[in-house]
């Protein structure tokens, strides 16, 4: 009896050691990536169509699939569509990209989910103090990221440099998508107010028809830690230069 009450101690104690181990792998992550979606009355329903095909394309894309895998360290990945004062609406929730079939999924998920929202402004302040919320319960990773993309300037509530005065971004890093066609200020705006943090960039699409283009180029310098001076060949054949 006593070998036995031996062995089932032992044995315990190795499942306890291996339950360890798996919590500190799930740690391993590199990169917490926030995509935040603009679906304010400035974007119709074609333009909504070839931003979410966009999305999910950059995020098939051979070389974004191969940064999100080849890195050290995993990547977890949320999406919300945001617009008016209180209309931002979880797309994706913060799903841990171990393999190809949990990227697969999540491609998938964001191209079968309804619009959330149609008919309400641009609350950019809002929508990043909401976004703010969604990277508190991010997991533990090494660096933490919100991808804010839109077509139009802040036209209701506060602004974005209020919210990075009042909300918690210490160590998150806000990169933009610019898409040209709404507002001629867009790409002023995202450069003064909506990048934030250390590195922060500012990608440009020519229209929602270019949306695919400038996310998978945004992605591919988010997942390698990239700035614009250290821009590889391969990262700038993305954009077709």
């Given amino acids: 009896m006593v070998r036995g009450a031996a062995l089932r101690v032992a044995a315990l104690a190795a499942l306890g050691l291996m339950l360890w181990a798996g919590g500190a792998r799930a740690e391993d992550c590199r990169l917490a990536l926030l995509l935040a979606l603009d679906v304010s009355s400035s974007v119709d329903d074609s333009e909504y169509l070839l931003q979410k095909q966009g999305l999910a394309g950059a995020l098939s894309d051979p070389d974004v699939r191969r940064s999100i895998f080849e890195g050290e360290g995993r990547v977890a990945l949320a999406v919300y569509e945001w617009s008016g004062r209180r209309q931002s609406a979880v797309v994706l929730d913060w799903t841990l990209l171990e393999d190809a079939a949990a990227l697969d999924g999540a491609v998938a998920t964001v191209l079968s989910a309804p619009r959330s929202h149609n008919r309400f402004p641009t609350a950019m302040g809002y929508a990043l103090g909401y976004g703010s919320a969604l990277m508190e319960r991010a997991p533990g990773c090494a660096r933490k990221v919100i991808d804010v993309s839109g077509d139009g300037i802040t036209n209701d509530g506060f602004r974005p440099q209020q919210a990075y005065a009042h909300f918690p971004f210490q160590n998150v890093v806000v990169n933009g998508l610019a898409v040209l066609g709404s507002d001629p200020r867009v790409v002023e705006y995202f450069r ?50």
């Fill in 192 to 241: 003064g107010e909506v990048a934030h943090g250390p590195g922060a960039f500012v990608e440009v699409a020519e229209g929602y028809e270019d949306f695919r283009r400038a996310m998978t180029l945004k992605l591919f310098r988010e997942l390698n830690d990239m700035i614009v001076g250290q821009l590889l060949p391969a990262a700038r054949g993305l954009d077709g230069q």
